[in-house]
């Protein structure tokens, strides 16, 4: 049986894998239990199922999980660990910028790669990022306020 | 007293669940003896069935059955049961579900439908609701007509694909249009559209030994689906169970049955084991519901100083394949085209029709951004045939103290506030004068008003149970669905209000059960704040009425000298005190003694006096309540792409009392943007052979954060009323109702174009552009 080796929120794991396509972020839910990280469209299109791999962020729904070989891989779940909210998570509770909450594991992991790799990004790169996501809900108001906010607190203004 | 808890922007009481991904949605579930289901559809949109070899995918590797509708006998519904589980004889839209495989793992399940081979004899199909309301079209129901309904709701015209009828009239439209010195018609589509939640459509289902069913599912009526699954399997309703996650948003599109009655029938043939289905993408558009799909036409008439005379309107429905949740949209479209105006006479006539495309269901708004596009576009042309300003016509003839909707129901003052709410758009427009026309931008603006009234069974109600515990916190419990509207966390603010504790001492129930919770009609026609609220008033003011009984026995007094203030009952002389919570079980002696009633307490809710329409003129007491306001834009359009950018879009609700200001501000902005979506990008497209085609993102797109206008204004207004918990009022499918036809007026004053088909694609702008005139 194939088998994949891969980090998770700072684990090392030996993930079997079944036939035919498996996608990370079926590995990342399904074997691993992170249901953190939602799947809304399975092309990559709404973003839900962003992580953090190597530093990037990626949409696990169309990473093979092949492809995910020897990497570390950051979820949702890794942000809060110890029960202690990021400033990004607290951004967006303050900010008001959940409704449905299915987007918002996504959101912040696309935020949590942007800030972890320019901590002075600037609005215009805030908003490609989130532009990258869909929300059906908020009307995007409260999430690039809850994106200020986070980029403000981690830079701990 | 001055308000503690309601009126405050408190911060969401699921918001730590979700942002930490803890938040459980169906997908998430995992049940003991699990198996995973994959569907085939139909992928021809009319056809009868010849034959369905299943031996093949049977012997595949993981796979436990393989379910078919040979031989199926049932039809499921609420008021028209017209739907088999799966297909039988006959598919009658491409999406529609042929088989089930449940295998071990989804890619088992996955392979073993592609090896299912299926022989249709195809038919004749139809898309269009007007052509397949016409004599000599594709019949998609021979039964139509002989289907077990409700015969005082669903009309239906046997011989044809016409399955629900209805017709309003009130006064006399030849003597209004005679006595009107200016009309205006026009032709208008409102197309099929998903409603887009990102959460895919899910539900697990288990058969259990001793007969029962036990179901978790994305849905928003949970004892709606428990009526309908004890119904089709013919077993008591006591022997279901429904339990209802977190939703990733509905918007209606999960508060009709659909997918759940085929997942409980796969799983009858499996009992013991847990069957799982989750929607992908692509069937979220195929195999779900879908949302609006009208064409319609209507004419008003009008004095010469504004004043309407009448109005008359045909609305066609492409409702699809199966009838039960369409229907009651087609009525709603009916009562309340005529928008927040009062016209002396009124003809509608409104057809839901089968057509071969994915059932219509619930959306967002209900019927009512369907014929009120119509409406406020019309308001539109008629100001200029007039020469008046749009808000002038509509001040002349807005539903105020005493004035009589198309129903015929009079307006009472604290109904709402139209006028404030048209004042209020207008000034915050004043603020961002538009630029003027350029090389490369056309610059426009555009109103609308807006009502909306709930459309709910007649019986619809909500309970609630409260119970004080030991250290004076309180269990709330409701079944209102918590879907991202905030509905939980309105409720705690409501109880810590009715029982004036503080907001931490509130656990609201979030885990939806038909087992444990209150019954609660659904969540559905924004009533949660404004029904669940009253139910809570109820429930609490019950917690309290026993707290002074018990405390009037242990002081020896009439209760009703007892006051009650901040969690604590009061001597009408010494001032002693007894907490909620040292009398939440009765008050015990120091000796064991115990006196009075645990605190533990139901309340409930209905609309009072609420009626079906009378089928002969469609008129009646059929809405309890309605939430007025108006929206307004400014926008830009590139005449070089075809672009559209709304530069700033404000509305105004007259909300009675908004619970949490920030909360219901979020109801608005993503109201806005998702009717932003209607407007110019949205409209599932079918093939030449009548198959759904961009089914899903980006081919069928919806409004990411570039397209969002770069400026919202909200302004909520407070009237009071009777009505509401603390004057509080339905909002939260109001903002989307005037969207298109505010977006389409400044369409026109910004092109000189009178559009009148959804969506305003660039395409369609720049072909507008060149011919001066709307294209096909």
């Known amino acids: 049986m194939r088998v994949l080796n891969i980090t998770v929120n700072g684990i090392p794991r030996t993930v079997p894998l079944e036939e035919g396509r498996v996608m990370l972020s079926s590995v990342l839910r399904e074997s691993l239990g992170l249901t953190g990280t939602k799947v809304g469209c399975g092309t990559g299109q709404c973003g839900s199922c962003t992580v953090v791999m190597d530093g990037k962020a990626v949409t696990s729904c169309t990473v093979p999980a092949e492809k995910a070989e020897g990497t570390n891989v950051l979820t949702i779940e890794a942000l809060s660990e110890g029960g202690v909210l990021h400033p990004i998570q607290q951004a967006f509770v303050e900010a008001g910028a959940i409704q449905c909450g299915f987007c918002t594991p996504g959101l912040v992991m696309r935020l949590y790669a942007l800030f972890t790799e320019n901590p002075d990004a600037g609005d215009e790169a805030i908003t490609s990022a989130l532009d990258k996501h869909l929300c059906r809900c908020t009307g995007y108001e409260t999430i690039v306020a809850a994106a200020h906010l986070a980029k403000k607190k981690m830079r701990g203004e | ?776």
């Not at chain 2, 429904?242 to 948003?249: C, R, S, T």
């Not at chain 2, 809710?605 to 003129?617: F, M, N, Q």
């Open chain 2, 1 to 776: 007293m001055t308000l503690q808890h309601v009126g405050k922007n408190v911060p969401r009481v699921d918001a730590v669940r979700k942002v930490t991904g803890e938040a459980v949605f169906v997908a998430d579930i995992v049940l003991p003896r699990m198996l995973r289901a994959k569907v085939l559809r139909a992928g021809i949109p009319h056809g009868r069935i010849l034959s369905v070899d299943t031996s093949k995918a049977e012997s595949m590797p993981g796979v436990k059955k393989v379910v078919t509708g040979q031989g199926c006998g049932m039809l499921f519904g609420t008021c028209l049961w017209d739907q088999p589980p799966l297909a039988v004889d006959k598919v009658r839209h491409a999406g529609e579900p042929v088989a089930v495989v449940l295998a071990e793992t989804e890619n088992q399940a996955a392979a073993a439908v592609r090896e299912i081979k299926v022989e249709y004899e195809e038919l004749p199909f139809v898309l269009d609701p007007v052509e397949a309301a016409a004599p000599g079209a594709p019949l998609i129901h021979e039964k139509n007509g002989s289907y077990r309904r409700v015969e005082y709701v669903v009309h239906p015209i046997p011989g044809s694909n016409v399955f629900h009828r209805y017709k309003l009239r009130k006064g006399n439209e030849l003597d209004g249009f005679a006595k009107a010195d200016v009309t205006v018609e026009e032709e208008f589509e409102f197309p099929i559209s998903s409603h887009a939640a990102i959460e895919p459509h899910g539900a697990i289902c288990r058969f259990g030994a001793d007969g029962g069913i036990e179901i978790w599912a994305s849905n928003q009526a949970p004892f709606v689906l428990r009526d309908v699954l004890a119904d089709m399997f013919g077993i008591p309703a006591a022997k279901v169970r429904v339990h209802i996650p977190y939703l990733g948003g509905g918007f209606g599109g999960k508060s009709d049955i659909c997918i759940e009655p085929m997942v409980a029938y796969a799983a009858s043939f499996v009992p013991g084991y847990a069957v799982k289905l989750v929607l992908t993408r692509s069937e979220v558009f195929t195999g779900s519901l879908v949302g609006r799909g009208m064409k319609g036409r209507m004419r008003i008439g009008a004095k010469l100083d504004g004043t309407f005379t009448a109005l008359k309107a045909q609305m066609y429905f492409a409702d699809g394949a199966y009838g039960d949740t369409g229907w009651p949209v087609d009525t709603v479209a009916g009562h309340n085209c005529t928008g927040p105006y009062e016209f002396p006479n009124v003809t509608v006539d409104v057809y839901g029709v089968y057509t071969n495309s994915p059932n219509v269901g619930a959306y967002r708004g209900y019927g009512h951004p369907e014929g009120q596009l119509m409406s406020s576009r019309l308001i539109d042309m008629l100001a200029r045939k007039l020469d008046m300003t749009p808000a002038e016509i509509m001040r002349k003839n807005f539903l105020s103290e005493g004035r009589k909707n198309a129903l015929g129901q009079t307006i009472k003052k604290s109904n709402g506030d139209l006028s404030g709410c048209l004042d209020a758009v207008e000034k915050a427009l004043a603020e961002d004068p538009l630029p003027a026309n350029g090389e490369r931008y056309l610059y426009g603006s555009g109103i609308a008003s807006m009502m909306k009234s709930p459309k709910m069974a007649a019986n619809a109600a909500s309970t609630c149970h409260v119970q004080i515990n030991a250290d004076g916190t309180a269990f709330v419990n409701l079944a209102g669905i918590e879907m991202g509207q905030g509905v939980q966390t309105v409720f705690a603010q409501m109880a810590a209000e009715a029982l004036q504790i503080p907001m931490e001492k509130i656990r609201i129930y979030s885990e939806v059960d038909t087992q444990f919770s209150p019954w609660e009609w659904q969540t559905v026609a924004s009533m949660q704040t404004y029904r669940g609220g009253r139910a809570i008033q109820d429930a609490c003011g019950a917690i309290l009425a026993t707290a002074k009984e018990t405390a009037a026995k242990v002081w020896n007094c009439a209760p009703a000298l007892i006051e009650y203030r901040n969690g604590v009952c009061i001597h009408p002389n010494t001032g002693a005190t007894f907490s909620l919570g040292a009398l939440s079980r009765g008050f015990m002696a120091p000796d064991g003694l115990t006196v009075g009633a645990p605190l533990s307490a139901t309340g409930w809710y209905r609309v009072p006096e609420i009626t079906e329409p009378d089928p002969e003129t469609g008129m009646g007491n059929a809405a309890g309540s309605w939430t007025f306001g108006a929206q307004g834009c400014t926008l830009r359009v590139d005449r070089q792409t075809g672009e559209v950018k709304i530069l700033h879009f404000a509305s105004a609700f007259d909300v009675g009392r908004a619970i949490n200001p920030a909360t219901a501000r979020g109801q608005v902005t993503g109201g806005v943007v998702q009717g932003m979506g209607a407007a110019l990008m949205e409209k599932i497209l079918f093939t030449e052979e009548g198959v759904a085609k961009n089914v899903n993102f980006p081919a069928y797109k919806i409004p990411r954060l570039h397209n969002a206008p770069e400026k919202q204004t909200v302004v909520l207004l407070e009237t009071p009323n009777e009505e509401g918990p603390w004057s509080a009022k339905p909002m939260a499918e109001h903002p989307i109702v005037a969207v298109a036809p505010t977006i389409l007026n400044a369409l026109r004053d910004a092109t000189g174009v009178e559009f009148t088909k959804l969506p305003v694609t660039p395409e369609k702008i720049l072909e507008a552009l060149k011919t001066g005139k709307e294209g096909i």
